[in-house]
Protein backbone atom coordinates (compact mmCIF):
# COMPACT_ATOMS: atom_id res chain seq x y z
CA UNK A 1 0.00 0.00 0.00
CA UNK A 2 1.18 3.42 -0.25
CA UNK A 3 1.85 5.98 2.37
CA UNK A 4 2.02 9.16 0.70
CA UNK A 5 0.01 11.23 -2.09
CA UNK A 6 2.19 13.41 -4.25
CA UNK A 7 -0.43 16.41 -5.77
CA UNK A 8 -0.06 17.13 -9.00
CA UNK A 9 0.29 14.02 -10.59
CA UNK A 10 2.29 16.01 -13.85
CA UNK A 11 3.06 19.24 -13.51
CA UNK A 12 5.07 20.87 -17.05
CA UNK A 13 6.97 24.06 -16.74
CA UNK A 14 8.74 26.73 -18.82
CA UNK A 15 12.76 26.13 -17.77
CA UNK A 16 13.78 29.40 -15.38
CA UNK A 17 10.17 29.12 -13.63
CA UNK A 18 9.58 26.94 -10.21
CA UNK A 19 8.40 24.24 -9.58
CA UNK A 20 6.34 22.85 -6.43
CA UNK A 21 4.89 19.91 -5.80
CA UNK A 22 3.24 18.08 -2.51
CA UNK A 23 3.32 15.13 -0.66
CA UNK A 24 0.70 14.09 2.34
CA UNK A 25 1.42 11.14 4.49
CA UNK A 26 -1.40 9.00 6.71
CA UNK A 27 0.83 7.82 9.69
CA UNK A 28 3.41 9.24 12.14
CA UNK A 29 6.99 9.64 10.10
CA UNK A 30 10.66 9.19 11.74
CA UNK A 31 11.59 11.38 8.63
CA UNK A 32 10.85 11.92 5.03
CA UNK A 33 12.51 11.54 2.00
CA UNK A 34 12.70 13.09 -1.82
CA UNK A 35 13.96 10.90 -4.34
CA UNK A 36 13.99 12.12 -8.39
CA UNK A 37 13.80 9.44 -10.93
CA UNK A 38 14.85 9.66 -14.49
CA UNK A 39 15.55 6.98 -17.47
CA UNK A 40 19.30 8.50 -17.49
CA UNK A 41 20.38 7.99 -13.72
CA UNK A 42 17.73 5.67 -11.80
CA UNK A 43 16.57 6.44 -8.96
CA UNK A 44 18.30 9.35 -6.50
CA UNK A 45 17.82 10.73 -3.16
CA UNK A 46 17.26 14.50 -3.21
CA UNK A 47 16.88 15.53 0.55
CA UNK A 48 15.73 13.90 4.31
CA UNK A 49 14.32 15.77 6.48
CA UNK A 50 13.67 14.37 10.18
CA UNK A 51 10.38 14.66 11.96
CA UNK A 52 11.57 17.53 14.64
CA UNK A 53 12.76 19.67 11.16
CA UNK A 54 10.67 22.04 9.61
CA UNK A 55 12.25 23.49 6.70
CA UNK A 56 15.38 22.10 4.73
CA UNK A 57 17.53 23.66 1.53
CA UNK A 58 19.98 21.56 -1.12
CA UNK A 59 20.69 23.88 -3.58
CA UNK A 60 18.03 24.61 -5.95
CA UNK A 61 15.63 22.51 -3.44
CA UNK A 62 13.79 23.31 -0.41
CA UNK A 63 11.29 21.49 1.14
CA UNK A 64 9.32 21.80 4.13
CA UNK A 65 7.52 19.09 6.66
CA UNK A 66 4.43 20.15 8.39
CA UNK A 67 3.93 16.73 10.73
CA UNK A 68 0.28 18.12 12.19
CA UNK A 69 -0.80 18.00 8.60
CA UNK A 70 0.80 15.36 7.86
CA UNK A 71 2.37 17.24 4.50
CA UNK A 72 5.86 18.10 2.71
CA UNK A 73 5.99 20.17 -0.24
CA UNK A 74 9.50 20.29 -2.20
CA UNK A 75 10.11 23.25 -4.31
CA UNK A 76 12.58 23.34 -7.22
CA UNK A 77 13.86 26.99 -8.13
CA UNK A 78 15.32 27.88 -11.34
CA UNK A 79 14.41 24.67 -13.14
CA UNK A 80 16.52 22.95 -15.90
CA UNK A 81 15.60 21.06 -18.62
CA UNK A 82 17.62 18.28 -16.50
CA UNK A 83 15.21 18.54 -13.45
CA UNK A 84 12.76 16.73 -16.23
CA UNK A 85 11.99 13.48 -13.95
CA UNK A 86 9.19 11.54 -11.46
CA UNK A 87 9.57 13.13 -8.17
CA UNK A 88 8.91 10.80 -5.25
CA UNK A 89 8.36 11.41 -1.67
CA UNK A 90 8.89 8.45 0.88
CA UNK A 91 8.36 7.97 4.43
CA UNK A 92 9.51 5.12 6.73
CA UNK A 93 5.66 4.98 8.09
CA UNK A 94 7.00 5.12 11.80
CA UNK A 95 8.10 1.83 11.68
CA UNK A 96 11.39 0.32 11.28
CA UNK A 97 13.52 -0.59 8.03
CA UNK A 98 10.66 -0.18 5.13
CA UNK A 99 9.90 2.90 3.07
CA UNK A 100 6.63 3.89 1.55
CA UNK A 101 6.44 5.69 -1.24
CA UNK A 102 3.92 8.01 -2.78
CA UNK A 103 2.42 7.70 -6.67
CA UNK A 104 5.32 10.37 -7.95
CA UNK A 105 4.90 13.60 -9.52
CA UNK A 106 5.94 14.13 -13.49
CA UNK A 107 7.86 17.38 -13.95
CA UNK A 108 8.48 18.23 -17.80
CA UNK A 109 10.64 21.22 -17.78
CA UNK A 110 9.81 22.85 -21.55
CA UNK A 111 13.00 24.53 -23.22
CA UNK B 1 32.75 3.97 -4.49
CA UNK B 2 30.99 1.67 -7.14
CA UNK B 3 27.59 2.01 -6.91
CA UNK B 4 24.67 -0.45 -5.80
CA UNK B 5 24.98 -3.08 -8.78
CA UNK B 6 22.09 -5.41 -10.20
CA UNK B 7 21.92 -8.65 -12.25
CA UNK B 8 20.86 -9.02 -14.83
CA UNK B 9 19.45 -5.73 -16.00
CA UNK B 10 17.36 -7.35 -18.26
CA UNK B 11 14.98 -10.67 -18.00
CA UNK B 12 12.54 -12.42 -20.21
CA UNK B 13 10.86 -15.34 -18.32
CA UNK B 14 7.51 -17.73 -19.33
CA UNK B 15 4.61 -18.06 -16.41
CA UNK B 16 5.59 -20.79 -14.23
CA UNK B 17 9.23 -20.85 -14.07
CA UNK B 18 11.25 -19.05 -11.38
CA UNK B 19 13.73 -16.30 -11.70
CA UNK B 20 16.60 -14.63 -9.18
CA UNK B 21 17.91 -11.44 -9.02
CA UNK B 22 21.16 -10.17 -7.62
CA UNK B 23 21.99 -7.26 -6.11
CA UNK B 24 25.96 -6.28 -4.61
CA UNK B 25 25.65 -3.32 -2.62
CA UNK B 26 27.93 -0.66 -2.10
CA UNK B 27 30.74 -1.43 0.26
CA UNK B 28 30.16 -0.78 3.87
CA UNK B 29 26.50 -1.01 3.51
CA UNK B 30 25.09 -3.89 5.25
CA UNK B 31 21.28 -2.75 4.75
CA UNK B 32 19.84 -3.91 1.55
CA UNK B 33 16.35 -3.52 0.67
CA UNK B 34 14.28 -4.86 -2.48
CA UNK B 35 11.25 -3.16 -3.98
CA UNK B 36 8.80 -3.15 -7.05
CA UNK B 37 7.91 -0.74 -9.63
CA UNK B 38 4.94 -0.92 -11.52
CA UNK B 39 2.91 1.59 -13.34
CA UNK B 40 -0.03 0.70 -11.73
CA UNK B 41 1.25 -0.08 -7.98
CA UNK B 42 4.25 1.93 -8.05
CA UNK B 43 7.12 1.61 -5.71
CA UNK B 44 6.15 -1.30 -3.18
CA UNK B 45 8.35 -2.87 -0.54
CA UNK B 46 9.33 -6.35 -0.58
CA UNK B 47 12.04 -6.96 2.20
CA UNK B 48 14.65 -5.41 3.99
CA UNK B 49 18.13 -7.33 5.24
CA UNK B 50 20.71 -6.21 7.51
CA UNK B 51 23.83 -8.86 8.25
CA UNK B 52 22.00 -11.38 6.75
CA UNK B 53 18.50 -11.16 8.80
CA UNK B 54 15.53 -10.14 7.22
CA UNK B 55 14.18 -7.23 9.27
CA UNK B 56 10.78 -6.37 7.54
CA UNK B 57 8.61 -8.07 4.82
CA UNK B 58 6.16 -6.14 2.84
CA UNK B 59 2.68 -7.58 1.55
CA UNK B 60 3.61 -10.01 -1.60
CA UNK B 61 3.03 -13.85 -1.18
CA UNK B 62 5.74 -16.10 -0.20
CA UNK B 63 6.49 -16.90 -4.03
CA UNK B 64 8.94 -13.86 -3.10
CA UNK B 65 11.98 -14.55 -1.27
CA UNK B 66 15.41 -13.51 -0.63
CA UNK B 67 18.25 -13.64 1.48
CA UNK B 68 21.60 -11.89 2.08
CA UNK B 69 24.84 -13.21 2.69
CA UNK B 70 27.65 -12.40 4.19
CA UNK B 71 29.26 -9.95 2.26
CA UNK B 72 26.33 -8.41 2.08
CA UNK B 73 25.07 -9.28 -1.15
CA UNK B 74 21.66 -10.32 -1.59
CA UNK B 75 19.46 -12.38 -3.87
CA UNK B 76 15.67 -12.55 -4.28
CA UNK B 77 14.12 -15.00 -5.88
CA UNK B 78 10.19 -15.56 -7.42
CA UNK B 79 8.91 -19.17 -8.20
CA UNK B 80 5.44 -20.10 -9.94
CA UNK B 81 6.04 -16.56 -12.14
CA UNK B 82 2.83 -15.10 -12.64
CA UNK B 83 2.22 -12.07 -15.60
CA UNK B 84 1.57 -9.80 -13.00
CA UNK B 85 5.23 -10.37 -11.91
CA UNK B 86 6.37 -8.48 -14.76
CA UNK B 87 7.51 -5.41 -13.16
CA UNK B 88 11.42 -3.45 -12.81
CA UNK B 89 12.83 -4.68 -9.31
CA UNK B 90 15.01 -2.38 -7.48
CA UNK B 91 17.08 -3.02 -4.88
CA UNK B 92 18.62 -0.17 -2.70
CA UNK B 93 21.45 -0.25 -0.15
CA UNK B 94 22.09 2.18 2.91
CA UNK B 95 23.65 2.80 6.06
CA UNK B 96 21.50 2.27 8.10
CA UNK B 97 21.63 0.71 11.45
CA UNK B 98 19.16 1.76 13.44
CA UNK B 99 15.33 1.69 13.38
CA UNK B 100 15.07 4.82 11.66
CA UNK B 101 15.93 4.57 7.85
CA UNK B 102 18.28 6.75 6.19
CA UNK B 103 19.41 7.47 2.85
CA UNK B 104 19.02 4.55 0.25
CA UNK B 105 21.12 4.28 -2.80
CA UNK B 106 19.31 2.33 -5.54
CA UNK B 107 20.66 -0.17 -8.17
CA UNK B 108 19.68 0.51 -12.17
CA UNK B 109 17.37 -2.05 -11.46
CA UNK B 110 16.29 -5.75 -13.30
CA UNK B 111 13.94 -5.19 -15.81
CA UNK B 112 11.48 -8.72 -15.80
CA UNK B 113 9.21 -9.50 -18.24
CA UNK B 114 6.90 -12.73 -18.19
CA UNK B 115 4.91 -13.78 -21.20
Known amino acids: SQQGEEDPQALSIQEGENATMNCSYKTSINNLQWYRQNSGRGLVHLIL???NEREKHSGRLRVTLDTSKKSSSLLITASRAADTASYFC???????????WGAGTKLIIKP | KAGVTQTPRYLIKTRGQQVTLSCSPISGHRSVSWYQQTPGQGLQFLFE???????NKGNFPGRFSGRQFSNSRSEMNVSTLELGDSALYLC??????????????FGPGTRLTVL
Open chain 2, 49 to 55: YFSETQR
Open chain 2, 92 to 105: ASSLATSGVYNEQF
Open chain 1, 90 to 100: ATDGGSNYQLI
Open chain 1, 49 to 51: IRS
